[in-house]
């Protein structure tokens, strides 16, 4: 049961993140957010931008929902060994997790390690009017789908470049691979 009573919670946790990106918190006034007042949280993350971000909002999440959020975070291989320690021992303690759906998604679906949050964001009494999913790059948010369940909601998309010197390659008469987007 309080498990289940967390897995909801995330999704109040969530509309209160959409929140604290909103310019106007007094649109908030459509949904209970006080509904799960009294829970604690534990939020296991990479420590990015985004923690910062989340700590500086922190204090206004948590007296928006009554809600008490303890954010570790940790650099990107302390934390992915963390996460993957905690996770493989069935640890009780991780409520909520940043992840990379494009590294590790896969694998984490596999083990059952996501919950589902597509019934949390289509449910109107855990999400805010003013957030919409349409608000995010539809491949974006596709990629954070297995077998047609929303694991995860994006908070960045990151896009990989590579750049060539043609001339140097056209004079050793190599070519970039195919998907490598050369001309």
Known sequence: MLRSWKTAVLGVMLAGMALVFSPSPGRANDINWRQAQGTELRLLALRAWFTDHWRANLAEFEQLTGIKVIIEDYPEDPFRQKLAVEMAGKSKNVDVFTTGTMREG???ANLGWYAD???MIADASLTARSWDKDDF???VWKAHQ???RQVAVPIQANVQLLYYRKDL???AGARPAPDAGGA
């Open 146 to 148: 297995f077998e047609g």
């Open 137 to 139: 790059i539809a491949a």
């Open 169 to 171: 390659f056209d004079a």
């Open 117 to 119: 949050l597509s019934p």
């Open 106 to 108: 896969r694998q984490f």
